[in-house]
């Protein structure tokens, strides 16, 4: 019988590792279900995808299955439903590079194997994911089904040159472990969220392959890039060079029958796509797919009528371990996980940004086209730069000479400029875009889009990250005396010390310095009042630190010792050191106005004096309102509060009306846009997708736009 459709299943592999033998590269106990499988069969092999996941969620770097089908099921759902009304599934092709990995051999000799049996292998992989009629990939199934995903060598390498889709590399040694070709893949691969990277190598203890699995964004956290089983850098198939190619194709290569006709590669792509071996990793169990019958094992050779469940085995199928001259099936389902997975609408690592629907990727093309792409993008300044200057490569392929015409179409900072040189190109080169005026912007990240326009129109996107200034250090170095206290243990009114600060940025970090003259500090507490009337704590509590003085004692929340009555071995403490109480309330505050150095003394015995200090505020530049009855008449209500926030103002236009919600580093977090026919706007705003904490909030309505701190509680 069939498997019940099952989307929230057992956990996904991420990691396919397939041998020949009963080997076990990560030295883990192998499950029962291998171990009769090389029982009955010891001279076949097992995947040990299954035993290597339940390593990875042992150590807690892998999460459930659940998240990553939740990710896909919409798609999956709406891809049946259009088959179900007869819409005909656009073509996702895929642009491949295939790296050779050898140790010195002639090409064609060993390892190094030749073009030509690389593109025996993209036939192969072709005629396999489509299904096509009059080739071994036409299904003799009635489950079979066309993925329409196709395949094609790369004739664009990342930066825009003409390349073949095979680079070659003397990796200088004669076989490779997993672990070792994974230490070698960084230095080879390309840009993975725009190729599928494939390498070839002998691999140690005959390996067949593996593959990694793609998942959804933002499922594991604290991995980088989203990765688990490896990261952005490692991304993509690997290959015995002998099972690469195919023997009726290109019969003058190097192979390794019954794995000789390509369908090995076939199976390990479907592993990158997301497909699960067909037993689902266990006895009878579920890869969920509804349309692939269950099946205790895998395959040995090319039975008949072999039953390991309840129903005739799918062997035929390319998730099977059968020989690669019985493979021809993906069922209705397995491509349906196949194309959700490449569909750019969802939230997969690495594989929605490959595919060109119904057209042949530009890496692909023959015909006459060009290449635009940034080389030092992203960018990263401060507020009060004037400019920052992005360099990119023009590439053109196939004999493209028309002149093609740059300009930025979208993304721009308001207030700034553009400047193209040169203004248009029609052979290689470089050209650079000037992006000026940026000392009034407001710290965000920009993504700007670059278009060039010949017989042929590009976009590339650039990214300028616009942070926080921070003003100069600021010092009062007028003497202020310490007022002694007049009864012990009691404090007295402080000694002041007054810095105006006169440039108003909305605060992203404080950083204080202290020069002091007092003998035993442990009678003194320091205290930093903003000019909002905010008070905190620097030092306070030193009972028993015999230390004296403070020289350019520096206060920053990133100090990562606190001055403590154990540390008195430290005085004069001319270092940087955490605050008592965080400095880090002040953020989201104003900067403007006059902030105090309150020092205050509880015992008898000692006097002492403020010498000078120092105070240097980071922030993002409050704009100056152009329409100040915008301004007079917001209101933020209330605020703060749990995410569900009115706002309300007059306007003199019915421009749309944007709400850019920024953190406090200035990043941008969220934008909500809101058409306004009134000339007073009225909206509830939701912002509970944010966590905890300070934001800024733009409003920007035509040319007008302005500021206001929003606190979520």
Not at 395 to 413: D, K, Q
Not at 517 to 536: F, H, M, N, T, W
Request: with cysteine; proline share 4%; hydrophobic share 35%.
């Amino acid at each position: 019988m069939m498997k019940k459709v099952t989307l929230l299943g057992l956990l996904m592999s991420l990691l396919f590792v397939c041998t020949l033998q009963a080997q076990n590269r990560k030295g883990l106990e192998l499950s029962e279900t291998n171990k009769e499988f090389l029982r009955a069969n010891p001279e076949r092999g097992v995947c040990t995808s299954y035993e290597y996941n339940e390593n990875l969620r042992s150590l807690g770097l892998i999460s459930s299955d659940e998240e990553f089908e939740r990710a896909i099921a919409k798609q999956i759902v709406q891809d049946r439903l259009d088959a179900s009304q007869g819409k005909m599934a656009p073509i996702y092709r895929i642009p491949v590079v295939v790296h050779v990995v050898h140790n010195g051999e002639a090409i064609g000799s060993g390892p190094n194997i030749s073009d030509a049996q690389i593109l025996a292998q993209i036939e192969v992989m072709n005629e396999d994911f489509r299904k096509m009629a009059g080739t071994n990939g036409a299904s003799t199934n009635a489950a079979g089904a066309d993925s329409f995903i196709e395949f094609c060598l790369a004739k664009v390498d990342p930066s825009g040159n003409v390349t073949t889709g095979i680079t070659r590399h003397n990796g200088g040694q004669a076989s490779w472990a997993g672990s070792a070709l994974d230490a070698f893949k960084p230095g080879t691969i390309w840009d993975p969220t725009k190729y599928c990277n494939i390498w070839t190598a002998t691999l140690g203890a005959q390996d067949l392959g593996y593959a990694q699995f793609p998942h959804a964004n933002g499922v594991i956290t604290g991995m980088t890039g989203g990765y688990v089983g490896g990261t952005a850098n490692t991304d993509g198939v690997v290959m015995g060079a002998t099972t690469f190619g195919s023997s009726q194709k290109y019969p003058a290569g190097n192979y390794n029958a019954p794995f000789d006709l390509g369908r090995t590669v076939t199976h390990e792509v479907g592993h990158w796509l997301g497909l699960k071996h067909i037993t689902g990793d266990s006895n009878c169990g579920d890869d969920n797919c509804a349309d692939t019958p269950t099946q205790a094992a895998q395959s040995n050779g090319c039975p008949t009528n072999q039953n390991t469940c309840s129903s005739l085995d799918q062997i035929e199928n390319y998730m099977d371990y059968s020989n690669d001259s019985c493979m021809n099936t993906f069922t209705n389902d397995q491509v349906a996980r196949m194309r959700a997975i490449l569909n750019p609408a969802n939230n997969i690592v690495n594989r929605g940004s490959l595919v060109s629907i119904d057209a042949t990727p530009t890496a692909c093309s023959t015909s006459p086209d060009f290449t635009i792409a940034a080389t030092n993008s992203p960018i990263s300044a401060t507020q009060g730069t004037a400019s920052e200057v992005f360099t990119l490569n023009f590439a053109v392929l196939n004999g493209y000479n028309a002149n093609t015409t740059f300009s930025v179409t979208n993304g721009l900072p308001p207030g700034a400029t553009a400047t193209f040189s040169p203004t248009s190109m029609n052979a290689n080169g470089a050209f650079t875009l000037t992006i000026g005026s940026l000392s009034g912007v407001v710290a965000g990240t920009y993504t700007i889009t670059i278009s060039a326009a010949g017989t042929t129109t590009k976009t590339v996107d650039v990214v300028l990250t616009i942070g926080a200034s921070c003003n100069a250090l600021v010092t009062n170095s007028t003497t202020v005396n310490i007022p002694n206290a007049t009864t012990n243990g009691t404090e007295v009114a402080p000694g002041v010390s007054t810095i105006n600060i006169t440039n108003d940025v909305i605060i992203t970090d404080v950083n204080v310095t202290v020069n002091i003259a007092y003998v035993y500090i442990e009678d003194l507490r320091l205290e930093l009042e903003s000019p909002s009337g905010i008070k905190i704590n620097l030092v306070k509590n030193l009972s028993g630190n015999s230390g004296d003085n403070f020289t350019n004692t520096i206060f920053d929340d990133a100090g990562t010792t606190a001055i403590t009555a154990t540390t008195n071995a430290n005085a004069p403490f001319t270092a940087t050191y955490s605050p008592e109480n965080p400095l880090s309330v002040l953020n989201g505050q104003n900067s403007i106005g006059n902030w105090k150095l309150n020092v205050y003394d509880n015992w008898t015995d000692s006097t002492g004096t403020i010498n000078s200090w120092s105070i240097e505020i980071c922030g993002t530049q409050v704009l100056g309102i152009e329409d100040t009855k915008i301004a007079d008449s917001f209101a933020l209500w209330p605020n703060p509060n749990n995410g569900e926030f009115h706002v309300s103002f007059n306007t003199t236009n019915s421009d749309t009306v944007a709400l850019t919600a920024f953190d406090i580093r200035g990043r941008k977090v969220t934008e909500q846009r809101f058409e306004n026919n009134s000339n007073v706007f009225n909206q509830t705003v939701n912002f509970n997708m944010l966590a905890k904490g300070v934001y800024i909030l733009k409003i920007k309505t035509g040319n007008n736009e302005f500021f206001k701190r929003l606190v979520i509680k």
